[in-house]
């Protein structure tokens, strides 16, 4: 099996782009200043839990709920993600160093766009993920399935899914949501739109759940409303994830999860991804892993998982500066006594079962019944 930290693949060269792109609007601020004079470092770089973590991730890679980089890139004239890019947290060299098998690249919206442009900027985000891929094809490779993410880890790539991107991406039809999943999308985060509110969801919000689940798209709750969470809980048979939560009992965010929201999570068997984000989590190492701990002692080591949240302009942990720095978060849970085996469900297996879950039922939904032809003026008139 590749081993995917090391350079088994020569880098190819990449051209200028001609003139340089517009200045894009960055992320939603969600940086906090973590003062280093308080922090000291959890372990010395050749400690045996640092090792074992290498040697479990060589196993079981990670694979990263939410990244940015599609998003960050707009704003380079010019970039290497072969040879290394200082300007991003994630270049192919650091996605292996820190033994990442596969990553969810957001489809970032800015909030103020709705409707036809939303649909539009969708497709622009989607068009550019789907470049920078075949671009840098020797490291990196398109995946949809379960499947093809193992593939593209035996060959020695990291496996990129497209997703997740806001509700308003689908302009109110349930025609561009099976648009936008032809073209690779697996995830939309249900929030933002009027039929996924602080209310929950109309009728017409859950048509597009059933429609989810027929397609195989699978849903994100992070800063969905209560409402919405414990309505798609209810309505989705696929499993759902929420791609940048962590315990509000520990921190409080309005992505974060109370605690009995977090048990229902686990009963429903869905999947809580722990953003690596100093705002959510804390300013140390120390702090994401409380935040595991807690969500694993409420939901279960089979519905947590990790979210890096790199280039997407928030601050992040001491030690957890890039992507190449997960080894140090996996050492901190092997001394708190995480067995090999609860590490391998949170980094590659939890996500590989969300995955699978999407993907069969979707498989039986197809044959039960056709694509749905619903609007939203048919259900919330």
Not at 277 to 296: F, I, K, N, Y
Not at 343 to 354: E, K, P
Request: hydrophobic share 40%; aromatic share 6%.
């Amino acid at each position: 099996m590749a081993d995917l930290q090391d350079d088994l693949y020569p880098a190819t060269e990449v051209g200028r782009i001609d003139g340089a792109l517009p200045e894009a609007e960055p992320y939603p601020a969600e940086a906090v200043v973590v003062p280093p004079e308080t922090y000291q470092p959890v372990s010395d770089p050749d400690d045996a839990p640092l090792t074992r973590a290498h040697d479990v991730l060589a196993a079981h890679p990670v694979a990263d709920g939410y990244s940015g980089l599609p998003w960050a890139l707009r704003r380079l004239p010019w970039y290497d993600l072969d040879l290394g890019e200082s300007a991003v947290d994630a270049d192919v060299p650091r996605l292996r160093k820190g033994r990442v098998g596969a990553v969810f690249w957001s489809l970032h919206l800015p909030e103020d766009v709705q409707g036809d442009r939303a649909v539009g900027a969708a497709l622009e985000q989607l068009d550019l993920a789907k470049g920078v891929v075949a671009e840098y094809d020797e490291g990196l490779r398109p995946a949809r399935t379960a499947g093809q993410i193992a593939d593209a880890r035996n060959c020695g790539r990291v496996a990129v899914l497209f997703g997740p991107a806001g509700a308003a991406a689908l302009g109110d039809s349930l025609s561009v949501l099976r648009s936008l999943h032809t073209l690779g999308l697996r995830v939309l985060t249900l929030t933002g739109t009027s039929w996924a509110g602080a209310a929950g969801l109309t009728r017409f919000g859950e048509e597009v759940v059933r429609e989810m689940n027929r397609t195989g798209v699978i849903a994100d709750l992070s800063y969905a409303s209560d409402r919405t969470i414990r309505r798609v809980l209810t309505v989705s048979k696929a499993p759902v994830l929420f791609s940048r939560s962590a315990a509000h009992a520990l921190r409080p965010h309005p992505a974060n999860l109370p605690d009995e929201l977090l048990a229902e999570v686990g009963g429903a068997k869905g999947l809580c991804l722990v953003p690596l984000s100093a705002e959510q989590t804390g300013p140390t190492v120390r702090d994401v892993a409380d935040h595991l701990d807690h969500v694993r002692a409420l939901a279960g080591p089979e519905c947590v998982g990790l979210s890096g949240t790199y280039d997407t302009g928030s601050a992040h942990p001491q030690e957890l500066g890039d992507t190449s720095c997960y080894p140090r978060l996996i050492a901190e849970l092997l001394r708190r006594g995480w067995d090999e085996s609860e590490v391998a469900l949170l980094t590659w297996g939890n996500v590989q079962r969300v995955l699978r879950g999407a993907d069969f039922f979707a498989r039986a939904a197809q044959q039960r019944r056709p694509p749905s032809t619903a609007t939203i003026t048919d259900l919330d008139g």
